[in-house]
Nanobody, 119 residues
């Protein structure tokens, strides 16, 4: 089993910053991709992703404002969010791709953390 613990969400004024973190633990041989989605309404959308080699992918709406980073040794992914706007308000979910000791691959999700941008 793999557990994900998210932290860093909260209420921030427009133009402010937040840093989300997500730590994975459990039966992990190695991770294979981590990232963040968000769900402002009914649909979940990709925010950013990062592979073990460091390649990243961002939604157009967050490019230049958000930065994703990875600490492989800690199986932890971070999302630095700057210049936050009300439209960034959503529940943010982290995910991780995991190879376990039995050679099985699975995608695991965190419980979600609320980010609210409001004055």
């Amino acid at each position: 089993q793999v557990q994900l613990v998210e932290s860093g969400g909260g209420l921030v004024q427009p133009g402010g910053s937040l840093r989300l973190s997500c730590a994975a633990s459990g039966s992990i041989l190695r991770t294979d991709g981590m990232g963040w989605y968000r769900q402002p309404g009914k649909q979940r959308e990709l925010v950013a992703s990062i592979m073990n080699g460091g390649s990243t992918n961002y939604a157009d709406s967050v490019k230049g404002r958000f930065t994703i980073s990875l600490d492989n040794a800690k199986n932890t992914v971070y999302l630095q969010m700057n210049s936050l706007q009300p439209e960034d308000t959503a529940v943010y979910y982290c995910y991780v791709g995991v190879w376990d000791g039995s050679g099985r691959f699975g995608i695991y999700w965190g419980p979600g953390t609320q980010v609210t941008v409001s004055s």
